[in-house]
């Protein structure tokens, strides 16, 4: 019997980029407890992706503002702390490529700081997310539900669009985070939402950016995927492209409902999703 010898295992380890191809998608929504609402370190959450059969996943922790903003992201001087405990979940997984992201808020008029982010560290990608739908209200948050009550729910929906269409066409994010997070407490409007799904929608495709089919939905009120199957099948008819995230804030849900997302994205007609190195998009087969 022929042994292989050990520079074959050496050779499959060295190319992580050829693993990442097989079977399930690479989840690019992780937090990190720098964000002081999520557990587990980095090295904790590597070791998870590993054990459900992940071959690349990527840090997208809640980004930093100029100045203490909320108590729910890293404050700025610990930017360099997360950067290092990513480092280290590369240096202590070599087989599995780990990316380094950021999920940024996007607010109209800070988009001089998305920028200034950007240049400060070699990023994978950026997630655009949009959860403050004005200063003071944002629309994932339980402890605001009463402002639910107060209006509306449509007017929150066209607020939440308004922005979310203004963080596609600002090119400043690679991908759009959980995109119809207004359902989250599975309050919906009685009007159609279509016509602004659409817009946003049309806006994507001329710019790019790809959605985040996030399983986090799944978890909560909606108890659906980011978005929805008829938003997705309006994305896919627009060839908007597509990444993977869990939003996992708790190792135990890295890779969590993949299955699903997966599913859900081929019924609607994908084939391929993005991947992204250096903040350039990688192709890859579904
Ligand atoms: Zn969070
Ligand atoms: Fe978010
Ligand atoms: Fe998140
Ligand atoms: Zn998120």
Not at 175 to 182: A, F, M, R, S, Y
Not at 184 to 206: H, Q, V, W
Not at 261 to 268: G, P
């Amino acid at each position: 019997m022929r042994v292989l010898p050990p520079v074959f295992l050496i050779d499959i380890f060295d190319r992580p980029d050829e693993i990442s191809r097989m079977s399930m998608p690479a989840d690019y929504h992780i937090h990190t407890p720098l964000c002081r609402h999520a557990k587990g370190e980095p090295l904790e959450y590597a070791a998870r992706a590993l054990a459900v059969g992940l071959s690349e996943i990527g840090f997208s922790d809640h980004s930093p503002m100029r100045a203490e903003f909320d108590n729910w992201r890293m404050r700025f001087d610990q930017l360099a702390e997360y950067v290092e405990k990513v480092r280290r979940a590369q240096r202590d997984f070599p087989n599995l490529v780990i990316r380094l992201g950021l999920e940024v808020d996007y607010l109209p008029g800070g988009e001089d700081w998305v920028r200034e982010l950007a240049r400060m560290v070699p990023w994978d990608y950026f997630i655009g997310s949009v959860h403050y739908v004005s200063d003071s209200f944002a629309v994932d948050d339980p402890k605001e539900l009463s402002k639910w009550k107060e209006r509306d729910p449509f007017e929150i929906w066209e607020m939440y669009f308004d922005r979310l269409t203004m963080a596609a066409e600002s090119r400043l994010f690679d991908i759009i985070g959980h995109p119809d997070l207004p359902k989250k407490f599975n309050i919906y409007p009685t009007k159609d939402c279509g016509p602004m799904f659409e817009r946003f929608l049309d806006c994507a495709s001329k710019t790019g950016v790809a959605l985040d089919v996030n399983t986090a939905g799944l978890r909560k009120d909606c108890a659906e995927i980011y978005p929805s199957p008829r938003f997705l099948q309006l994305a896919a008819a627009r060839r908007v492209p597509i990444s993977f995230g869990s939003d996992a804030h708790d190792p135990s849900e890295v890779g969590m409902d993949f299955d699903r997302a997966v599913r859900l994205a081929r019924e609607m007609g994908y084939t391929h999703y993005h991947r992204f190195q250096a903040r350039n998009r990688l192709e890859t087969k579904l």
